[in-house]
C-alpha cells in the first residue's frame, strides 16, 4: 500500500517561508520522480516542481515559483520536502506531494504521470 503523508502547512505573511514535508512508505521512491502540485479555490490543481529518480536528482519548477521554491529528497528517510521563501498571497492553496507512474523518470510535470498523491496540506499567505 503507497502512502504520502504531507506535513508543513499553515498561515504565513507575505515574505515569509514554509517548509512542507512528504513522508512516503509502499514503494521504492527512490526509483521514483516526485512532484508538488497544488490547487487554489476555484481553480484547477497545477504543476509546482518536481524532482527526478535518484539516477538524476534533476529538480525543475514552475515559471511563478522559480527562485523561491526548491524541492529536495531524503532517500534514505523516503521524504520529500518543499522549501517555500518570499511567499506571496498568491501561493494560497492546498499543497499535494504525489509519486509518478512510472520508475526511472524524470522532468514529470503532469497530473496523469502521477499515480499515487497523499491528501494535502494547507498553506495560507496573508498579504
Known amino acids: 500500500q503507497v502512502q504520502l503523508v504531507e506535513s508543513g502547512g499553515g498561515l504565513v505573511q507575505a515574505g515569509g517561508s514554509l517548509r512542507l514535508s512528504c513522508a512516503a512508505s509502499?514503494?521504492?521512491?527512490?526509483?521514483?520522480?516526485m512532484g508538488w502540485f497544488r490547487q487554489a479555490p476555484g481553480k484547477e490543481r497545477e504543476f509546482v516542481t518536481g524532482?527526478?529518480?535518484?539516477?538524476?536528482?534533476?529538480?525543475y519548477y514552475a515559471d511563478s515559483v522559480k527562485g523561491r521554491f526548491t524541492i529536495s529528497r531524503d532517500n534514505a528517510k523516503n521524504t520529500v520536502y518543499l522549501q517555500m521563501n518570499s511567499l506571496k498571497p498568491d501561493d494560497t492553496a492546498v499543497y499535494y506531494c504525489?509519486?509518478?507512474?512510472?520508475?526511472?523518470?524524470?522532468?514529470?510535470?503532469?497530473?496523469?504521470?502521477?499515480?499515487?498523491w497523499g491528501q494535502g496540506t494547507q498553506v495560507t499567505v496573508s498579504s
Open positions: 504525489a509519486v509518478a507512474r512510472t520508475p526511472y523518470t524524470d522532468y514529470v510535470k503532469r497530473s496523469y504521470e502521477y499515480d499515487y
Open positions: 509502499g514503494r521504492t521512491f527512490s526509483r521514483y520522480a
Open positions: 524532482i527526478g529518480w535518484i539516477g538524476t536528482d534533476s529538480t
